[in-house]
């Protein structure tokens, strides 16, 4: 049974940066996308950033683009999320997911996270103004 244990949420203030990390504990090679969800209270859960774990190429929700960057670590089956310049409308609990679908595009899409089944607990960023 794979695991998920994200860390690495806190409170910043606005335009501060944040590392998420999160503990893969299945073989990553088995999955053809994994990153990151976020869920905000009384919101969906939305992807915002995939990796292919074979290429290594990624993709990013709109409005993170150019501010977060997602990352791995093959070796110690480690995903990261590099944050920069945190807005107001990135608080939310943050959730790394790995996917059997090679595709960045369907990862991101709305509605993707119905068709995840393994979860972790999520890490919880909050920003101040």
């Known amino acids: 049974q794979v695991q998920l244990v994200e860390s690495g949420g806190t409170l910043v203030q606005s335009g501060d940066s944040l590392q998420l990390s999160c503990k893969f504990s299945g073989n990553m090679a088995d999955y053809g996308t994994i990153g990151w969800f976020r869920q905000a209270p009384g919101k969906e859960r939305e992807g915002v950033s995939c990796?292919?774990?074979?290429?290594?190429?990624?993709d990013y929700k709109d409005s993170v683009k150019g501010r977060f960057t997602v990352s791995t670590d093959k070796g110690t089956n480690m995903v990261f999320q590099q944050m920069n310049n945190l807005k107001p409308e990135d608080p939310a609990t943050y959730y790394c997911a790995p996917a059997f679908n090679t595709s960045c595009h369907w990862y991101l899409s709305p509605g993707s996270y119905q068709y995840f089944s393994i979860w972790g607990q999520g890490t919880l960023v909050t920003v101040s103004s």
């Open positions: 990796i292919s774990i074979e290429s290594g190429a990624t």
